[in-house]
């Protein structure tokens, strides 16, 4: 690592692993044991990361309900010509998880912020599942959904109206609800790819259609445990861009009236065209005017 630089005064944004202890990085583990403190979401978390790579960096608390004070902390030791480096529990900071307040503080103060990559749940889940494709390499992350269902719905029919798959963590007791609403609003033959305990001894990744997720999560207990990512596949590109005008009207008009499932349903009938491409239409219509609230399909 004779190569390296560290330079003084400067944030480090530290990612480490997801799970798997060995996916640290080299450059990550040498970072931790120059830096003069780590600023760490959970101390005890962390304590037990460092002590597994032998690393006796001094720890402070630095979470989202102490930000504000660990921010005016660690511009201090910077003024000071410390380095500090900033870590979260799992994966990397300030990418849903604390720490961006302090990023900004710290770049606006005028010091230098230096992000150390490494693992992340959201690249892990999608190299394995190769939802995306090098024509078209785009990816949406939206975070944690919504607990309650209607905000839940209505967070869905935004997001899931974009041309690109969406990347969502849930927690494992919201899962079932999590995806009879995707089932509900995305429509039925839109497929999910599940990424459960991504890097651990127990990782899954299964791709089912929405209609039959929550069977093949009932059918196995352990399916239903550990952390979660969920991916949300885009939807039949068919031909949404491309349908003529009177479809578009008809859709419109049965928009007034039906909730997304019926009005796909009843558009195959007249029009002849694929259901599952005559429901994304109707979504992306919904999503972008239609005020029809009735999502219970």
Known sequence: MHDQQWPASTLYVVATPIGNLGDLTIRAWQTLLRCD??????????RA??????????LVAAHRHN?????QAILTRLGAGERVALVSDAGAPAVSDPGARIVRAVREAG?????????SAVIAAL???????????AFVFAGFMPPKPTARQK??????????????????????????DIASVC??????????????RFEQIHTVRAADAASWLAEDAHRS???????????????????????VVLIDALLESLSLRDTARVAAKVTGLPRDTLYALALSRKSNGHKNEDLAD
């Open 225 to 247: 445990q550990g952390e979660f990512v969920l991916i949300v596949h885009q939807a039949p590109e068919a031909a949404v861009e491309h349908t003529d005008a009177s479809t």
């Open 67 to 71: 930000e504000a004070e660990a921010a």
């Open 187 to 200: 429509g039925p033959d839109r497929n999910i790819t599940f990424a459960r305990e991504l890097t651990k």
């Open 37 to 46: 403190v780590i600023a760490a979401e959970d101390t005890r978390s962390s």
């Open 111 to 119: 010091y230098r912020v230096t992000p150390i990559p490494g693992a």
């Open 49 to 58: 990361l460092l002590d597994a790579w032998g690393v006796s960096t001094p």
């Open 155 to 180: 967070w869905l029919q935004h997001w899931c109206a974009i041309a690109a798959p969406v990347v969502m963590f849930e927690s494992p007791h919201r899962l079932e609800a999590a995806v009879r």
């Open 127 to 137: 190299m394995g599942s190769g939802v995306t494709t090098d024509e078209n390499p």
